[in-house]
């Protein structure tokens, strides 16, 4: 298994300022990846943090609004830039382990006022 | 595109007895992992159960078991003795390549 955390856990945001979430494993992975959950919803994959290239995006999500860096195998930050309250949700980190499993970070809980 | 169909959205259970929780899947590949993942009110996600679909062999970790149909796509979760720790949002999940996608989830509630 990995452990993951996250910061910031949750934060307060106005409109049209930017968050920077950072996430940090505890051993060198191959693959990490961010979702997003909206209120009452499930998970949607944002992205795939690729390490010393640019992230893949899912469709319907584009870097400019979701920008991605992922500097080594440990660390990858997120960032949701001019944010708007439909920007509200909890943002998860994600590795993927050589067995093919997935284990996730406790999640970053976004409100944009 | 690979989909993930959870029908119930919410389930309930006495503490101590039996549920299953239910989850079909469409695809057209033949080599693919399937998961339950459990997210309590903390919202961690956690991993529950893993499957992989070249295996005939349902998986089974202590009291969470699964019947795994693959001509049917069918992946349900058995959960046996529930306990009130086990009250939680349940989220199935289809992963082939990198990709993993989540059905809509199950919220179980566990009656003392």
């Known amino acids: 298994s990995a452990v993951i955390s996250q910061k910031p856990s949750r934060d307060i945001c106005q409109r049209g300022t930017s968050l920077t979430i950072q996430c940090q494993v505890d051993s060198q992975v191959t693959m990490m990846f961010w979702y997003r959950q909206q209120p009452g919803q499930s998970l949607t994959l944002i992205a795939t943090a690729n390490q010393g290239s640019e992230a893949t995006y899912e469709s319907g999500f584009v870097i400019d609004k979701f920008p991605i860096s992922r500097p080594n195998l440990t660390f990858s930050t997120l960032t949701v830039s001019n944010m708007s309250p439909e920007d509200s949700s909890i943002y998860l980190c994600?590795?993927?382990?050589?067995?093919?499993?997935?284990?996730f970070g406790p999640g970053t809980r976004l409100t944009v006022t | 595109a690979q989909t993930v169909t959870q029908s119930q959205p919410e389930m309930s259970v006495q503490e101590a007895e039996t549920v299953t929780l239910s989850c079909t899947y469409d695809t057209s590949e033949s080599d693919y992992y399937l998961f339950w993942y459990k997210q309590p009110p903390s919202r961690q996600m956690i991993l529950v159960i893993r499957?992989?679909?070249?295996?005939?062999q349902n998986a089974t970790e202590n009291r969470f078991s699964v019947n795994f149909q693959k001509a049917a796509k069918s992946f349900s979760l058995k959960i046996s003795d529930s306990q009130l720790g086990d009250a939680a949002m349940y989220f199935c999940?289809?992963?082939?390549?990198?990709?993993?996608?989540f059905g809509e989830g199950t919220q179980l509630t566990v009656n003392p």
């Open positions: 994600s590795v993927a382990t050589a067995l093919y499993e997935q284990y």
């Open positions: 499957q992989e679909a070249y295996k005939q």
């Open positions: 999940a289809y992963r082939s390549g990198s990709r993993l996608t």
